[in-house]
């Protein structure tokens, strides 16, 4: 029987190159905490291109990898929290207008860091209900464009990059489960407080930097491990599957110390692991989608590998999923 399954994988990272010794000079932090607290080493900063630039070259990839030309494409979702405006036109508009595409279904989704989870669900039910045949799906952030540069808390974290996939029915290695969810009474922990209609953007919006992602690292830090821990528990144990069973796990890429606490109460292998977070920080959307590419161009992702994803964010917002790759 067809079902959904994600035939290809794309991803395109900037090539500006910011170290944690560069923020060194640039708040009062160190390659040593940064490391400790983190894992993170380095973050790609996009300079002259946008978000929706990134989202079309990972896009670009993805839709050649799955041998399809881009007029095969009949819904674009974009997931993002750094869209190219504010309110419209959707970056994945912007992006189907970059494709060459005039007649398409494209709209954004804002879920923060757990949008590609969300993606995978919107187009599984699309492409499985019959309404779209090939549904592409892109995580693309411009994280450094709402990124407080004088605030060390959160600006050590961020990066910048964009991750693409393509959801169409296939007789084989599917989208086995996704399990997305939400609890919007902890959204004041990871907000941009400026410029929506709570407070509209004014000089004291822009004055007390309210435009910039603002956040309790660690009260975020404590839910995001148990409730990710849960998730993961709950969406193996309702499909009978092992972590032993896991070929690969890519979690969402926000610190490498909520993902050693998942990875250990999972009993998962460093080589079931897949790991970006050094190199990227925390791209948000786009972590996942990355990460996934960097596991099929280093070649440990084949089609027919099973993966568990993961991820946590702003909303608060999260969810896991398990898919054999049906990518070749
Ligand atoms: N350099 C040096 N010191 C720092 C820095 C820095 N960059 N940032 C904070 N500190 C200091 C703090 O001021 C504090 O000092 P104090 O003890 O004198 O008060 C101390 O370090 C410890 O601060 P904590 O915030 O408690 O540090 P923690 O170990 O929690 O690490 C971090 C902070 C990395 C932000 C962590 O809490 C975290 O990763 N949180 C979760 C992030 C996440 O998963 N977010 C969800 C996804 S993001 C999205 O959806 C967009």
Redesign the pocket.
């Known amino acids: 029987m067809k079902k959904a399954s994600m035939i290809s994988i794309g991803a395109y990272v900037p090539e500006f190159i910011l170290t944690n010794h560069d923020?060194e000079k640039m708040?009062?932090?160190?390659d040593e905490?940064?490391v400790k607290?983190?894992g993170i080493h380095t973050r790609h900063i996009a300079k002259d291109e946008v978000t929706s630039d990134l989202g079309y070259k990972a896009a670009k990839q993805a839709i050649e990898r799955a041998k399809l030309a881009p007029s095969d494409i009949d819904a674009i979702i974009c997931a993002t929290?750094s869209p190219d405006y504010l309110c419209m036109p959707s970056t994945a508009c912007r992006i189907s207008n970059l494709l060459g595409l005039t007649n398409v279904t494209a709209f954004d989704i804002s879920a923060?860091?757990?949008g590609f989870i969300y993606l995978l669900e919107i187009a599984k039910s699309l492409v499985e209900s019959g309404m779209k045949k090939n549904v592409l799906i892109i995580g693309a952030e411009k994280?450094s464009s709402i990124t407080n540069w004088e605030d060390?808390?959160?600006?050590?974290?961020?990066g910048d990059g964009a991750g693409a996939a393509v959801i169409s029915l296939r007789e084989d290695n599917h989208i086995i489960d996704v399990h997305t969810s939400s609890d919007g009474s902890k959204g004041e922990l990871?907000i941009t407080p400026g410029c929506g209609s709570v407070n509209p953007m004014s000089q004291d919006t822009l004055d007390k930097k309210l435009h910039f992602?603002h956040?309790?690292?660690?009260?975020?830090?404590k839910v995001?491990v148990n409730t990710l821990t849960n998730d993961v528990i709950d969406i193996l144990a309702k499909n009978g599957i092992l972590s032993s069973q896991i070929d690969l796990f890519i979690p969402?890429q926000?610190?490498l110390?909520?993902i050693n606490a998942v990875q250990q109460k999972l009993g998962l292998s460093d080589e079931q692991c897949v790991l970006t977070v050094a190199k990227y920080g925390?791209t948000?959307s786009a972590s996942i989608p990355m990460a996934i590419n960097d596991a099929f161009e280093s070649g440990r992702l084949k089609n027919g590998s099973l993966m568990l994803l993961d991820?946590?964010?702003?909303?608060?917002?999260w969810g896991s999923a398990l898919l054999k790759f049906g990518g070749k």
């Open positions: 923020l708040v009062e932090t160190s905490w940064i607290r983190t929290i923060a860091c757990t994280l060390r808390g959160t600006c050590v974290l961020f990871l992602m956040m309790a690292g660690n009260e975020v830090f995001a969402h926000a610190n110390r909520i925390n948000s991820a946590f964010g702003g909303g608060f917002t």
